[in-house]
């Protein structure tokens, strides 16, 4: 079983960054892919980028190709969401997941997620 924890969420002014962290723990052996999604209040989940844990591609949807940036660090089994340039709309419990194959913006895909990381975009 894999376990995902999400760091690194908070308030931010407009226009402002931050960098969100999803460490896995576990059998990470398992992991293929990691995902970020977010959900806003009243909204449904979104696809926001995904990454291979091994290689590329990166995908990045298409609402966030130039704001948004995926990396990761396979030595410490942690998947990083750089956010630059936020507007309010980015507020938004984000989700991290892993999946076993390639998943990409499949949601259901998914098979293990975090307890989410709240980011809030004030005006």
Not at 50 to 63: K, M, N, Q, V, Y
Request: with cysteine.
């Amino acid at each position: 079983q894999v376990h995902v924890i999400e760091s690194g969420g908070g308030l931010v002014q407009a226009g402002g960054s931050l960098r969100l962290s999803c460490t896995a723990s576990g059998r990470t052996s398992d992991i293929y892919a990691m995902g970020w999604f977010r959900q806003a209040p009243g909204k449904e989940r979104e696809f926001v980028a995904a990454s291979r844990w091994s290689g590329t591609p990166f995908l990045h949807a298409d609402s966030v190709p130039v704001r948004f940036h995926i990396s990761r660090d396979n030595e410490k089994n942690t998947m990083y969401l750089q956010m630059h340039t936020m507007k309010p709309e980015d507020t938004a419990l984000y989700y991290c997941g892993t999946t076993g194959r390639w998943s990409g913006s499949y949601y259901p895909g998914y098979d293990s997620w975090g307890q989410g990381t709240q980011v809030t975009v004030s005006s």
